[in-house]
């Protein structure tokens, strides 16, 4: 199954509205891939699912820790960021398939990176931010199942 999604934005507040709209249609097990340039938004648009999901801690990039988990929600939200994981060898090392039985929602920044990712996944959402001007995105999403 393939379906698309997009928003448009123009301000961090957007995007983060954006994604806690995305983020109801999102189950336990769902993995979120992030693609786009650095600063374009992805960290945000996990606040946004963080936040829908009641997650009261404060979400940040996870680049220097690989993971933060948020557990304090209805469902916990496990965001990697692989910017510097080479392969997928390096990401088992790390034990992100370890959070696939954990029933949360899995969102990956720089996936990119390990273009075999999505193959070991069952459920995923593949999601593109651009820039479209300084403050301005453009939010492509796209469903596939495994």
Sequence with gaps: MSESIIYETSSAEETI????????????GDSVLYTGEMGAGKTHFTKG???YF???EIVTSPTFTIVNEYLGGTVPVFHFDLFRIGDIDELYATGFFDYLRRDGI?????????PDLSCELDSVWFVDIAKTGENSRK?????RDG
Aim: glycine share 6%.
């Design 17 to 28: 509205d954006a994604a806690k709209r995305f983020a109801s249609g999102l189950k336990p």
């Design 49 to 51: 699912i963080a936040a």
């Design 54 to 56: 009641g997650c009261p």
């Design 106 to 114: 899995i969102c990956a920044e720089w996936s990119e990176n390990i």
């Design 139 to 143: 939010i492509t999403i796209e469903k």
